[in-house]
């Protein structure tokens, strides 16, 4: 019996080991997760050679906008004995000036424009002249349009072509090694841009949703795999980085993903949307990818009057005359053809014109976040032919109260029957509806609903009457 145990144990042991030889070894590449709040975290898998058990490696073509403290070194080869024991970014990258500097009391050539060659031991330089020592002269090389070529022996000690991270690494197994380095940058960011289109009876519509991926962080990443994180992430910043961030700032799933299109999860508190292939995303360059797309979701046009409120505009004209929103409104469920969580961003709706099937913008707004099976509402612009008009026609007070009388009117000078809803808010204390021309909706403790029709080329009214106490 313990014979048999030995050799199944010994079997498992065999199996084991097989599974781990079978593994598949790790491939260079890089990684980016790109958060909308200007920052990126870089995931770049590289072979290094490790000659020595102390070794000085040079990690080049990082992001200028590194945050060097945000470093991290495994050798996926030996993580167990293999480590940084020093770290550091050199950014003194090569220039003509700082090639100049590095040559004071050194020979260097300058040859003109017109083929005649200086050469001598620097002794200073501006922007104007070189200064050179010559064997048996002093020349006054002037710079500007007259210097075409200059001549250096070799790239000084210190001076780099590309951002650089300089490590001494300690290993165990001197050779070659397959690292993973991960580190945070600046200056790259992802917003999404969204495109509607309604039908002729602003019944319908057709949605488009593109991801709009920025890189101004110093380098650029070929054939990266892209993953993009939506939701508000609490990050620490300096004072001056924060100013610096706002400026900078100034259904569909399983089509996206065959597509090669971002595939959207739920991750921690936040939301994740992998794309399907990889992409090259160059340095100082502006990416667009499709997020999503879906067609025919039902929408609400809606009118809303509100005086005074989140949406009010200054009066035009006539005294208490004001103009009335348009919203269209729709949810976003995967009844109503949606039920993707929408990435903040910019919405702008366009109208198809009958008459050459050209689409017209009609108006944009912006989201925040929004989780599935939530109600959106886009403010698109004013109605042009629907005006509201709101006069206190009587006012009473007393110590610890007062009274309104309110009449609104509303006048429609479409061609078509329109429905308004009227929004009063009533903020001076605790009120009491004590009369009213018709029914009201109270939407929360401070705010009244009035749902009005009215007929086209006619105008309807609202009177109600409110008690207030303090």
């Known amino acids: 019996m313990r014979i048999v145990r030995l050799a199944a144990l010994a079997a498992l042991v065999l199996a084991a080991g097989s599974a781990r030889a079978a593994a598949p070894a790790p491939e260079e590449g890089v990684a980016l997760t790109v958060y909308n709040q200007n920052f990126a975290v870089v995931k770049d898998v590289r072979g290094l050679k490790l000659d020595e058990k102390i070794s000085t490696v040079k990690f080049r073509g990082v992001a200028k906008l590194i945050d060097p403290t945000s470093v991290h070194f495994r050798s996926l080869t030996d993580p167990q004995t293999t480590s940084v024991l020093e770290q550091n970014y050199e950014f003194d990258l090569v220039s003509a000036d700082k090639l100049l500097d590095k040559y004071i009391d050194k020979k260097v050539s300058a040859v003109t424009k017109q083929g005649q060659k200086y050469t001598g031991t620097l002794l200073s330089f501006d922007a104007q002249q070189l200064v050179l020592q010559g064997e048996t002269q002093l020349y006054m090389v002037q710079r500007p349009d007259n210097v075409q070529n200059l001549e250096f022996a070799a790239l000084p000690e210190g001076l780099l072509t590309r951002p650089t991270l300089v490590w001494k690494v300690a290993t165990e197994k001197p050779g070659a090694h397959m690292a993973q380095v991960t580190y945070q940058t600046q200056g790259m960011m992802w917003r999404s841009d969204y495109s509607v289109a309604v039908n002729p009876e602003d019944t319908r519509m057709d949605l488009s949703g593109w991801v709009t991926l920025t890189n101004k962080c110093g380098t650029g990443f070929k054939d990266a795999r892209v993953k993009l994180i939506a939701g508000d992430v609490r990050k620490i910043q300096p004072v001056r980085q924060v100013e610096y961030l706002r400026r900078a700032a100034d259904a569909v799933e399983k089509a996206a993903a065959d597509r090669g299109g971002f595939e959207e999860k739920t991750f921690f508190e936040y939301h994740m949307y992998t794309l399907g292939r990889t992409t090259t995303v160059n340095d100082n360059q502006v990416k667009q990818v499709e997020l999503l797309n879906a067609a025919d979701v039902p929408v609400t046009k809606r009118y809303v009057f509100e005086p005074g409120g989140k949406y009010w505009h200054e009066r035009y004209g006539k005294t208490g005359e004001y103009k009335v929103n348009v919203f269209i409104e729709f949810r976003n469920s995967k009844e109503q053809k949606l039920g993707m969580p929408l990435p903040k961003g910019r919405v702008r709706v366009y109208k198809r014109d009958l008459a050459d099937q050209d689409l ?44 309104d009388s309110v009449r609104i009117e509303l006048r429609n000078h479409k061609d078509q029957d329109a429905t ?51």
């Open 360 to 403: 017209e913008f009609v108006g944009e707004d912006e989201i925040d976040h929004t989780p599935k099976d939530e109600e959106l509402k886009l403010y698109v612009g004013d109605a042009f032919d629907i005006v509201g008009e709101k006069k206190v026609t009587d006012h009473k007070q007393g110590e610890r109260w007062s009274e």
């Open 420 to 470: 308004i809803l009227v929004r009063e808010r009533l903020t001076r204390g605790q009120w009491e509806i004590t009369a009213k021309s018709q029914d009201y909706k109270k939407f929360d403790a401070t705010t009244i609903e009035f749902t009005v029709p009215v007929a086209r080329n006619g105008k309807a009214q609202v009177t109600y009457t409110v008690h207030y106490r303090w």
